[in-house]
């Protein structure tokens, strides 16, 4: 199955501004999600995305969140005004098989 | 209660000996989805083993083996003939509902596995 590939690797930005973080390209997939994973933590869920439309999200993303595919086929997660402990690896994954859920090489994030 | 219990912080295996990495899981679904994936220290999240809730055999992939016991609750990860690559993080995870729907995976808090020589 083909690869999750995520852009960038890693992101460094000022608290309060904003950021967005991309998974590229990928087409004919209806299933995306985000997970973050604090340093050393788990991997918490954030959202996920099918058909164009939030499916379903975790408490943790709050309006200081967002996520979109605006053209089909990158898959977006935006951080508006972003704060230190916004500091984490964050994943795009997409459900491909009944089997696996099939995860991006990530992001890390750090804010300053 | 937490839905996916992994109680070994921390583990060590002599290599070319099998280690085996707790996990614990809490549902109250019929159909559920357990997986475990190694996380290396490059940080990206590899699949290793699946095993679903009506599966009647325990799932194995290569040296990698789930025993999966039911009425426990539990989906613990078997790793035979350890190498010095397997060190990496270990996380336990399961997908609530049947598969093919979007539902989310939840994880537990991972297991750190040290192969020595």
């Known amino acids: 199955e083909p690869e999750v590939t995520q852009t960038p690797s890693h992101q460094v930005t000022q608290m309060g501004q904003e950021v967005i973080l991309r998974c590229v390209p990928i087409s004919n997939h209806l299933y995306f999600y985000w997970y973050r994973q604090i340093l050393g933590q788990k991997v918490e869920f954030l959202v996920s995305f099918y058909n164009n439309e939030i499916s379903e999200k975790s408490e943790i993303f709050d309006d200081q969140f967002s996520v979109e595919r605006p053209d089909g086929s990158n898959f977006t997660l935006k951080i508006r005004s972003t704060k230190l402990e916004d500091s984490a690896m964050y994943f795009c994954a997409r459900h491909g098989t009944v089997r696996g859920y099939t995860f991006g090489s990530g992001t890390r994030l750090t804010v300053v | 209660a937490q839905k996916i219990t992994q109680t070994q912080p921390g583990m060590f295996v002599q290599e070319k000996e099998a280690v085996t990495l707790d996990c614990t899981y809490d549902t109250s679904d019929q159909s559920y989805g357990l997986f475990w994936y190694k996380q290396p220290s490059s940080g990206e999240m590899i699949f290793l083993i699946y095993?679903?809730?009506?599966?009647?055999q325990n799932a194995t992939e290569g040296r990698y083996s789930l025993n999966f016991q039911k009425a426990r609750k539990s989906a613990n990860l078997v790793i035979s003939a350890s190498q010095l690559g397997d060190s990496a993080m270990y996380f336990c995870?399961?997908?609530?509902?049947?598969?093919?729907?979007?539902?989310?995976?939840?994880f537990g808090t991972g297991t750190r596995l040290q192969v020595t020589l």
């Open positions: 095993q679903g809730s009506y599966d009647e």
């Open positions: 995870a399961m997908r609530e509902g049947r598969g093919g729907t979007a539902s989310k995976l939840t």
